[in-house]
């Protein structure tokens, strides 16, 4: 499956256990002084990750941060008394499981920050995840875990090293990651659990689907393939996308579409033939939503028929050719031939890849009939088993809905360029055999994506029902119920009885407790956390705060 943040998370702590697992340290003060500096380096891309979620270190606080920059110090000052980092020997270390371990902590950064733009603009609705207390709380957590394990290899450096002063450092750095890891692991029970499937997104060059593939990597080229379409949707969702959707690529996207909710439809047929009857009464229902997702979408494009937009004219009625004389007098152009849009390559790819699982690697598009389907075992050992099918399938159906939801938007922006040649609105006045797009023609091509939005929420519901059988990870799910309230609010995403079952079951204690407790007055009025600012940039409260001492008098 895609890199998640959890994946670059888990990979970070396994290579820190190997660290900690070894009882060799360096005796070399030259390798002590790479260690030293990979140690510095882990615990800056920490505190890099905790100040995205909106810790910073302040003094007289307990946050993660603070001890983490005291770490920081201390390493840097053990750095300062050891000999230079050699190149040579910093090579020798390139591979090692702590360099590792610094790696996978920095790539935290880059995932995160492939959802932002060059301006730091949302490209992704899951760019908005850490606007949530939940999600920063995952990240403070993370970071507890690695300052626990840095901790240990400064403990192990610091009963290798000869220098006393170097030692006394290791000794602070490795008090400030224990205290840094403590108070990180408080936030374990906010954390919203489901930020681990926070994934990497691709640039947005499209990547064909080659018949040299692996069958087996073909789930991954698929989800990746679903984080571009995600990207293309949310940009023009809000209209930052260049170049633009045009009238051509908003129409064959919708066939494109079309085929790959038939075909993913087709899958979950073929793997219901040799599961258990819950498990195959559950898939076939999923098959049937997909199927009728694919008539939605094959609907909106025959909306399209006899409309051409004039700035992609790449698909238009067959014209006729021209005459002698106007072909000489130079009053004829050839249409204009303009590339399709990266996210239509996308989706042909996309298609592609599903048909290759079912039909074989030489399937494509353009093979005519139905050839011979692979047989089960082996679309489940490349797709993962059930569980991985299921959550293949169910990212087709999420994806879909976020481009139905996009789909308005763009056509909305490219309105002013659509012209028809239909005879039964044309006006009186026309001269033309092409004549401006009416406004309720306009308006026809928008509405059908309201139905293609319920079907592929209807889809992905009923895959999400399927997940109890097939052992599917509902993470990504709960993932995408966040973002697709962000798209669009008050759409429910997940069923109401999935979403109670997956919700963690905590102790809130009663407001007459916590008011027992305070020692300040509590407001009544609820803050939503997509609003609320960091716990560290909350003021302090008045009655907590030390009273302040003049420099100009004394009491």
């Known amino acids: 499956m895609p890199t998640t943040l959890g994946d670059l998370n888990e990979a970070a702590n396994r290579n820190l256990r190997e660290v900690v697992s070894s009882t060799f340290m360096p005796d070399d003060a030259r390798e002590q002084a790479v260690v030293v500096g990979l140690l510095g380096e882990l615990v800056r891309h920490l505190q890099d990750t905790l100040e995205s979620a909106g810790e910073r270190p302040r003094r007289a606080n307990a946050a993660p941060a603070a001890h983490l920059a005291t770490a920081r110090t201390a390493l840097r000052r053990a750095a300062g008394r050891l000999p230079a980092v050699d190149a040579e020997i910093a090579a020798l270390h390139h591979d090692t499981p702590l360099s590792r371990a610094v790696q996978a902590a920095a ?25 949530h207390r939940s999600a920063r709380a995952y990240l403070v957590h993370c970071s507890a875990d690695l300052a626990w394990g840095a901790a240990r290899v400064a403990q192990a450096l610091g009963e290798a090293v000869t220098s006393e002063a170097v030692a006394v450092q290791l000794y602070v750095a490795r008090g400030g990651l224990d205290h840094a890891s403590v108070f990180g692991r408080a936030a374990d029970g906010q954390k919203n659990r489901a930020i681990a499937a926070f994934p990497l997104v691709p640039p947005l060059d499209p990547r064909p689907a080659r018949a040299t593939d692996a069958t087996g990597s073909i789930p991954l080229h698929l989800a990746d393939d679903c984080e571009r379409l995600s990207r293309v949707a ?34 979950l047929l073929h793997a219901a033939a040799d599961a258990d009857p819950p498990s195959a009464e559950a898939m076939r229902k999923s098959a049937d939503r997909l199927r009728t997702a694919a008539q939605a979408w094959q609907q909106t494009a025959t909306r399209w028929h006899r409309v051409v937009d004039l700035s992609d004219p790449r698909v238009h009625p067959k014209l006729p050719l021209p005459s002698y004389g106007l072909a000489r007098s130079g009053q004829f152009a050839p249409m204009p031939k303009t590339p399709p849009h990266p996210a239509l390559l996308t989706a042909h790819a996309h298609a592609t890849r599903i048909g290759q699982l079912l039909y074989g690697m030489a399937w494509n598009p353009e093979t005519p009939g139905r ?20 959550e293949t399938v169910y990212r087709v159906a999420a994806t879909g809905w976020q481009l139905a939801a996009a789909m308005p938007t763009a056509v909305r922006r490219i309105e002013s360029t659509l012209v028809t040649d239909h005879v039964d609105h044309r006006p009186p006045k026309a001269v033309h055999r092409f004549y401006p797009l009416p406004d309720h023609q306009a308006r026809r091509l928008v509405e059908p994506y309201e139905h293609v939005m319920e079907a592929e929420q209807a889809a ?44 963690p079951r905590t102790t809130r204690p009663s407001a007459q407790a916590a008011r027992s407790r305070s020692t300040t007055v509590a407001r009544t009025t609820p803050r939503p956390a997509t609003q609320g600012p960091s716990l560290s940039r909350l003021p302090e409260a008045p009655g907590l705060q030390p009273p302040l001492r003049s420099r100009g008098h004394r009491p």
């Open 371 to 390: 050839p011979v389907q692979r047989d089960t075992p082996e679309i489940l050992a490349d797709a993962g088993g059930p569980a991985g099918l299921t």
């Open 460 to 503: 992905a519901a009923a895959i999400l029902h399927a997940a109890p059988h097939t052992g599917m990870d509902m993470a990504r799910a709960q993932l995408d119920a966040t973002a697709h309230e962000q798209i669009r609010s008050g759409q429910p995403w997940l069923p109401a009885d999935l979403l109670t079952e997956q919700q």
């Open 107 to 131: 790539a935290v950064q880059d995932l995160i920050a492939s959802h932002r733009g060059r301006d730091g603009a949302p490209v992704t609705p899951y760019a908005l995840a850490f606007t």
């Open 234 to 267: 949310f940009e023009a969702l809000h209209g930052r996308g260049e170049p633009a959707l045009s009238g051509s690529d908003v129409q064959q996207l919708a066939r494109w579409r079309a085929m790959s909710n038939l075909l993913s439809g087709r899958l």
